[in-house]
């Protein structure tokens, strides 16, 4: 029972290229989330998805796009990367019931140059 | 704007007395508080959470207080240890709401000295 996996830990990308992470999860939670973490400016949401099938906009969305096409997996893109996207990426998970904790993947660290 | 305010972004602690970190919300929407714990290269992991039914949640060492008339929470931990050294993330949410987000303070760095 691994949880909340993220794919890759580390990635350095060239300004301009493309990558995409992966969130993978088997506690069969309906929402996902994707989060940044910048010094001193604590996580923020990038995207989220309250189902398989559907994604919606969180805080700070603009250069990312998602696809949650099955529900244990949801995919953040980067189309053409900029030095400003350098950060640490978190996935979470929620139940979406009762219990309103989330659990978070261990993160990937991305940098552009 | 930052719905969910740290206002300090550090605390030392001596092992054995009492920590206590702080938070603040604006928006009177937000109806269940959490705190998290986060280690160096790791993600955050829950640690303790209250609804807006209750001013007080506690468990072990851990409790959490809620002012709403204030729009604050703080996290009481006591005794510290050095074990609890890591950075503390309040968050809020009022789902559905606020559509099922969950809003991010910036963060308090907790270093409790043997």
């Known amino acids: 029972n691994a949880g909340v996996t993220q794919t890759p830990k580390f990635r350095v990308l060239k300004t301009g290229q493309s990558m995409t992470l992966l969130c993978a999860q088997d506690?069969?939670?309906?929402?996902m989330y994707w989060y940044r973490q910048d010094p001193g400016m604590g996580l923020r949401l990038i995207h989220y998805s309250v189902g398989e099938g559907t994604t919606a906009k969180g805080e700070v969305p603009d250069g990312y796009n998602v696809s949650r096409l099955k529900k244990q997996n949801f995919l953040l893109g980067l189309e053409s990367a900029a030095p400003s996207q350098t950060s640490v990426y978190f996935c979470a998970v929620w139940e979406g019931q009762v219990a309103y904790e989330q659990y978070f993947g261990p993160g990937t660290r991305l940098t552009v140059t | 704007d930052q719905q969910v305010k740290q206002n300090s972004p550090s605390l030392s602690v001596q092992e054995g007395r009492i920590s206590i970190l702080n938070c603040d919300y604006t928006?009177?929407?937000?109806?269940?508080f959490l705190w998290y714990k986060k280690y160096p290269a790791e993600g955050p992991t829950f640690l303790i959470s209250i609804s807006s039914i209750k001013d007080k949640n506690e468990d072990g060492r851990f409790t959490v207080f809620l002012n709403k008339s204030a729009k604050h929470l703080s996290l009481h931990i006591v005794p510290s240890q050095p074990g609890d050294s890591a950075v503390y993330f309040c968050a809020a949410s009022a789902s559905p709401n606020t559509g099922n987000q969950f809003y991010f303070g910036t963060g308090t760095s907790l270093t409790v000295i043997p």
């Open positions: 506690m069969n939670h309906e929402y």
């Open positions: 928006n009177s929407m937000f109806d269940y």
